[in-house]
């Protein structure tokens, strides 16, 4: 079945470590999407990509890096530079020219 | 820039009575309008979304909308509601006009119970 798997669903981190969550998109979808979701707030854009080697900042980029080296693939980086990285990461991928965005199921990362 | 604004963060509903979850957006460009939902530690499932052609659109799970281009909303209806429809619902929006239509700006969330 064709979907989007993040890895994995809970993660637990020291403060100060650095931690990578996983996504990965067997749709063949060209765009690729990191949000974050806080109580409360609805979920805000981090990184975004639309085309492999290519990414672009969100609106809290801040503290977070990505890659997209392969076009199945966007892992999301949570560096120690991130204030309160505690929340839940929802990773999305869409088609060029396709208004409709596909979620994964989250990745709950708690750092303590 | 875009801003989307749920105007209620948690509704409770007994079960078969209607509801309707309200939504208002601000943009300097035509967009299009989407609700997701979300059930408790999962992602989001679309429920509906409006491109374009007519403002009444219906989605999954008996749910409907109405894009309201004049007041600049976009509610999110159910005529009978069912214990399973408690969920998290939201609102976003997209560029009409962009090139990366799944850089959405979403609304801050309606909590939706169904009491039976």
């Known amino acids: 079945d064709g979907g989007i798997t993040q890895s994995p669903k809970y993660l637990f981190r020291k403060e100060g470590q650095n931690v990578t969550l996983s996504c990965e998109q067997n749709l063949n979808h060209d765009a690729m999407y990191w949000y974050r979701q806080d109580p409360g707030q609805g979920l805000r854009l981090i990184y975004y990509s639309q085309i492999v080697n290519d990414f672009q900042k969100g609106d809290i980029a801040e503290g977070y890096s990505v890659s997209r080296e392969k076009k199945e693939s966007f892992p999301l980086t949570v560096t120690s530079a991130q204030k309160n990285p505690t929340a839940f990461y929802l990773c999305?991928?869409?088609?060029?020219?396709?208004?409709?965005?596909?979620f994964g199921q989250g990745t709950r990362l708690t750092v303590v | 820039a875009q801003s989307v604004t749920q105007l209620d963060s948690q509704v409770p509903v007994f079960e078969e009575a209607p509801v309707e979850l309200r939504c208002n957006y601000s943009s300097s460009v035509s967009v299009y309008l989407f609700w997701y939902v979300q059930y408790p530690n999962q992602g989001l499932q679309l429920l509906l979304k409006y491109l374009s052609g007519s403002t009444l659109v219906k989605g999954i799970n008996g749910f409907e909308a109405e894009f309201n281009k004049s007041q600049t909303s976009f509610h999110l209806r159910k005529p009978s509601v069912h214990i399973s429809d408690t969920a998290e619902y939201f609102c976003?929006?997209?560029?009409?006009?962009?090139?990366?239509?799944?850089?959405?700006?979403f609304g801050q969330g309606t909590i939706l119970t169904v009491h039976p």
């Open positions: 999305a991928s869409s088609i060029t020219g396709d208004p409709e965005a596909f």
């Open positions: 976003a929006v997209s560029d009409a006009g962009g090139t990366s239509y799944g850089k959405l700006t």
